[in-house]
């Protein structure tokens, strides 16, 4: 069972594009491994992921719901 999805998510940074179009599913029981260069988009990565920031793009869902309308149990 998909516990967190990301659907095309992008994030610019003071006018730099960290990253775009990322896809990725992240299944019941498993973990995601976050790995890059300084600089690369690590860190607001995680913070889109925890529902601290927005993207410019994209989707995170969680249980097959979006975070922003989820957003009190997500945090749970």
Known sequence: ?????????????????????INFD???GTLLYVKGQNGAGK????RVLAGLVEPDSGEVHFCQQDI?????????
């Open 1 to 21: 069972m998909t516990v967190l999805s990301v659907t095309n998510l992008s994030v610019v940074k003071r006018d730099r594009l960290l990253f775009e179009n």
């Open 26 to 28: 992240v299944e019941r």
């Open 43 to 46: 860190t607001s990565l995680l």
């Open 68 to 76: 922003k309308d989820y957003r009190e149990n997500y945090y749970q």
